[in-house]
Nanobody, 118 residues
Framework: QVRLKQSEGGSVQIGGSLTLSCAASGWTYNSPCMGWFRQAPGTERDTVAYIYPDGATPYYADSVKGRFTISRDNAKNTVYLQMNSLKPEDTAIYYC???????????WGRGTQVTVSS
């Protein structure tokens, strides 16, 4: 059974940085596409970024381009999200996900809260 274990989020000040990680266990196929999504209160879950198995050409939402970096360690089946220059609008529950393809994420982490405030 595939499980995604996310690191804890946290509270950071505006302009601060935070790195999230997510380790996939039980994956028996080729390296999965892995991504990060977020959901703020009262909104739908949005895509933040995702990265293909070979790490080439990651996708970023416009709202995070230039501030967030997604990376992966295939040996550990782990994906990271480095978040810099954080803004209050980045406050949300962040979920990692994995799937055979980047258009169909099948497995989801439990989510972790990230709060950005002054």
């Amino acid at each position: 059974q595939v499980r995604l274990k996310q690191s804890e989020g946290g509270s950071v000040q505006i302009g601060g940085s935070l790195t999230l990680s997510c380790a996939a266990s039980g994956w028996t196929y080729n390296s999965p596409c892995m991504g990060w999504f977020r959901q703020a209160p009262g909104t739908e879950r949005d895509t933040v970024a995702y990265i293909y198995p070979d790490g080439a050409t990651p996708y970023y939402a416009d709202s995070v381009k230039g501030r967030f970096t997604i990376s992966r360690d295939n040996a550990k089946n782990t994906v990271y999200l480095q978040m810099n220059s954080l803004k209050p609008e980045d406050t949300a529950i962040y979920y990692c996900a994995a799937g055979l393809g980047c258009s169909a994420f099948t497995y989801w982490g439990r989510g972790t809260q990230v709060t950005v405030s002054s």
